[in-house]
């Protein structure tokens, strides 16, 4: 009797020790086979619940260049657009050096600027103005400097200057910007009202991807002389003006633009006149962190000396 059920209990142990082995043999070919199938799986293979991947950016030169107070736009006049990469889920920025040569004057500025989601724009820049020659003849110095320092801020008010083709109306945008010179005393001399002013634009830009044509239109209101390089105000006069200021550009591929711009600027100073200033430019975009431009510029009398033209370079990198 107890031989009997000692066997039928070893019966029963073996039977269930061969279950469970083959429970574990079957658990580990299903885990193996898995982990085969994911290993052949494509890695990167997409779902349709992952989300959409971010938007590359905007279209080469489409946001324009670096102005030379520090704005987003042509070479003398900003446009509505916001400047950097960025779209409106993302936040892009730009730095710039420009130089202009003018034959008896020499500019150099250079700044930075950030775009916050395709509607804000924040922007700094310090120009450095060298009088050379002419520093001699009035009495100041050979090469004597004049620096400004500027602070703008640009907000997106209407419209998309290259996603709305279907609609006439541009985009629209207001700014300001800020200006601080360092030579108070020469500006009072030469009857000049104030060392430091703002001035106040709204800028019109519209992309016409059919005829690959920009237009933009800025009215600028401002007491500057010479872009406040000869401060603000004056002896003729020492209020805010109207001034206008147009660009044109044509887009030859997607890398090179050829265009011009007019800047009107006001006649405040007795001592001088002040003409209107012009270019005409080449931009160059090799891809959308590099543009280089190269333009002829006339920028008119400057004090002492007429017809003030020569060339203009500027090379921004971005994100």
Same mark, same amino acid.
């Given at each position: 009797?107890?031989?009997?059920?000692?066997?039928?209990?070893?019966? $029963?142990?073996?039977?269930?020790?061969?279950?469970? +082995?083959?429970?574990?043999?079957?658990?580990? *070919? &299903?885990?193996?086979?898995?982990?085969? +199938?994911?290993? #052949?799986?494509?890695?990167?293979?997409?779902?349709?619940?992952?989300?959409?991947?971010?938007?590359?950016?905007?279209?080469?030169?489409?946001?324009?260049?670096?102005?030379?107070?520090?704005?987003?736009?042509?070479?003398?006049?900003?446009? +509505?657009?916001?400047? *950097?990469?960025?779209?409106?889920?993302?936040?892009?920025?730009?730095?710039?050096?420009? $130089?202009?040569? &003018?034959?008896?004057?020499?500019?150099?500025?250079?700044?930075?600027?950030?775009?916050?989601?395709?509607?804000?724009?924040?922007?700094?820049a310090r120009q450095a103005f060298d009088t050379r020659a002419v520093g001699t003849a009035l009495g100041l110095g050979q090469g004597y400097v004049i620096r400004q320092?500027? &602070?703008?801020?640009?907000?997106?008010?209407?419209?998309?200057?290259?996603?709305?083709?279907?609609?006439?109306?541009?985009?629209? +945008?207001?700014?300001?910007?800020?200006?601080?010179?360092?030579?108070?005393?020469?500006?009072?001399?030469?009857?000049?009202?104030?060392?430091?002013?703002?001035?106040?634009?709204?800028?019109?830009?519209?992309?016409?991807?059919?005829?690959?044509?920009?237009?933009?239109?800025?009215? $600028?209101?401002?007491?500057?002389?010479?872009?406040?390089?000869? *401060?603000?105000g004056g002896d003729r006069n020492d209020s805010y003006k109207p001034q206008l200021e147009g660009s044109a550009a044509f887009l030859l591929n997607r890398h090179v633009?050829?265009?011009?711009?007019?800047?009107?600027?006001?006649?405040?100073?007795?001592?001088?006149?002040?003409?209107?200033?012009?270019?005409?430019?080449?931009?160059?975009?090799?891809?959308?962190?590099?543009?280089?431009?190269?333009?002829?510029?006339?920028?008119?009398?400057?004090?002492?000396? #007429?017809?003030?033209? *020569?060339?203009?370079?500027?090379?921004?990198?971005?994100?």
């Amino acid at each position: 009797m107890t031989s009997a059920c000692h066997a039928e209990r070893t019966h $029963r142990l073996t039977a269930l020790s061969l279950a469970c +082995a083959s429970l574990l043999l079957l658990g580990s *070919g &299903v885990a193996s086979a898995q982990d085969a +199938a994911a290993l #052949d799986a494509p890695a990167d293979e997409p779902s349709l619940q992952d989300p959409p991947p971010a938007p590359s950016g905007k279209l080469l030169l489409t946001g324009g260049v670096t102005q030379v107070e520090g704005a987003a736009g042509g070479g003398l006049a900003p446009w +509505a657009v916001i400047g *950097g990469q960025g779209t409106r889920d993302q936040i892009g920025g730009s730095a710039y050096y420009t $130089r202009v040569d &003018v034959g008896d004057y020499a500019l150099d500025s250079y700044g930075a600027l950030v775009g916050l989601h395709d509607r804000v724009e924040i922007s700094v820049a310090r120009q450095a103005f060298d009088t050379r020659a002419v520093g001699t003849a009035l009495g100041l110095g050979q090469g004597y400097v004049i620096r400004q320092d500027i &602070v703008g801020v640009k907000v997106k008010l209407a419209g998309d200057a290259v996603l709305e083709q279907d609609r006439w109306m541009p985009q629209l +945008a207001i700014g300001l910007q800020h200006k601080r010179n360092n030579r108070g005393a020469l500006l009072s001399a030469i009857g000049a009202k104030d060392d430091s002013g703002t001035d106040v634009y709204l800028s019109a830009t519209k992309l016409y991807l059919d005829q690959s044509l920009l237009l933009n239109t800025t009215l $600028r209101f401002t007491k500057a002389n010479q872009f406040g390089i000869l *401060g603000f105000g004056g002896d003729r006069n020492d209020s805010y003006k109207p001034q206008l200021e147009g660009s044109a550009a044509f887009l030859l591929n997607r890398h090179v633009a050829v265009g011009a711009e007019f800047r009107s600027k006001p006649n405040n100073l007795g001592i001088a006149r002040e003409d209107n200033a012009w270019d005409a430019f080449v931009a160059w975009a090799p891809n959308k962190h590099v543009s280089l431009t190269v333009a002829y510029v006339d920028l008119g009398n400057i004090v002492i000396r #007429d017809n003030q033209r *020569g060339w203009y370079a500027s090379l921004q990198v971005g994100f």
